[in-house]
C-alpha cells in the first residue's frame, strides 16, 4: 500500500504559541484529507484539498497540498487547549474510485495551558 | 440524527472466543468501512463495503468477516479472537459517490482487547 510518513510524531506547546506539522508520501496524490481524533472519539474531517498548490483554512487551521503533489502542511495558529488529540493525514488509494483512505501515523498535540 | 452508532463501546474477550462488532448509521449512505487502530500506527483498512450487498478486503482482512446486512448496517466478526486482534475498531460511512475523496465519517469506536 502506500507509505504516508507524518512529523513530528508529538508535540508539547504552550497554548497561544503556533503549530506546523506535515505528511509525505512515496507517490503522488490527487487529495490530501486531514482528520482530528478527540480523545475516545472517532476522526473527524477537518480540511480537504484537492489541487496542487492549494491553501485553504478552517478557522485557525490552514492546510496546503504541495507543489510536487508528494506532500501536505497543516498549521495551526494560536493554539488553544481544546486543540489537544491526534491528527491525522489520509488520502483516497491511487486510482481509486472507493473512496479507500490510507492514513498516516498521526501527529499527537499537547498543549499546556 | 445520530450519525454513525457502535456497539459495544468496550469488550474483553478470551483467545479463541467469538464476537460480532455492530455498525449502523443514518445518513442513507452507500459505502461503509471498518478499521483498527493500534498505538502509532494510523487507521488500517479491514473491510468495506461500497454499496449495500457488496464487500471487500482492504489492508489487513485477515481473522475478520463483514456482512453487509442492509444498507444502514455493517458488522465485523471474529470467529476465533487473538491477542493481537486487541486495537481500537471503528466503522465509518460515506455517501459514496464513486469518487475517491469521498468524506468518511467515523463512530466513536469499539475498544476490545483479547487476553
Known amino acids: 500500500g502506500q507509505q504516508l510518513n507524518q512529523s513530528p510524531q508529538s508535540m508539547f506547546i504552550q497554548e497561544g504559541e503556533d503549530v506546523s506539522m506535515n505528511c509525505t508520501s512515496s507517490s503522488i496524490f490527487n487529495t490530501w484529507l486531514w482528520y482530528k481524533q478527540d480523545p475516545g472519539e472517532g476522526p473527524v474531517l477537518l480540511i480537504a484539498?484537492?489541487?496542487?498548490?492549494e491553501l485553504t483554512s478552517n478557522g485557525r487551521l490552514t492546510a496546503q497540498f504541495g507543489t510536487t503533489r508528494k506532500d501536505s502542511f497543516l498549521n495551526i495558529s494560536a493554539s488553544i487547549p481544546s486543540d489537544v488529540g491526534i491528527y491525522f493525514c489520509a488520502g483516497p488509494q491511487r486510482g481509486s474510485t472507493l473512496g479507500r483512505l490510507y492514513f498516516g501515523r498521526g501527529t499527537q498535540l499537547t498543549v499546556w495551558p | 440524527n445520530a450519525g454513525v452508532t457502535q456497539t459495544p463501546k468496550f469488550q474483553v474477550l478470551k483467545t479463541g472466543q467469538s464476537m460480532t462488532l455492530q455498525c449502523a448509521q443514518d445518513m442513507n449512505h452507500n459505502s461503509m468501512y471498518w478499521y483498527r487502530q493500534d498505538p502509532g500506527m494510523g487507521l488500517r483498512l479491514i473491510y468495506y463495503?461500497?454499496?449495500?450487498?457488496?464487500?471487500d478486503k482492504g489492508e489487513v482482512p485477515n481473522g475478520y468477516n463483514v456482512s453487509r446486512l442492509n444498507k444502514r448496517e455493517f458488522s465485523l466478526r471474529l470467529e476465533s479472537a487473538a491477542p493481537s486482534q486487541t486495537s481500537v475498531y471503528f466503522c465509518?460511512?460515506?455517501f459514496g459517490t464513486g469518487i475517491g475523496t469521498d468524506t468518511q465519517y467515523f463512530g466513536p469506536g469499539t475498544r476490545l482487547t483479547v487476553l
Open positions: 465509518a460511512s460515506s
Open positions: 484539498l484537492y489541487k496542487a498548490g
Open positions: 463495503s461500497a454499496s449495500e450487498g457488496t464487500t
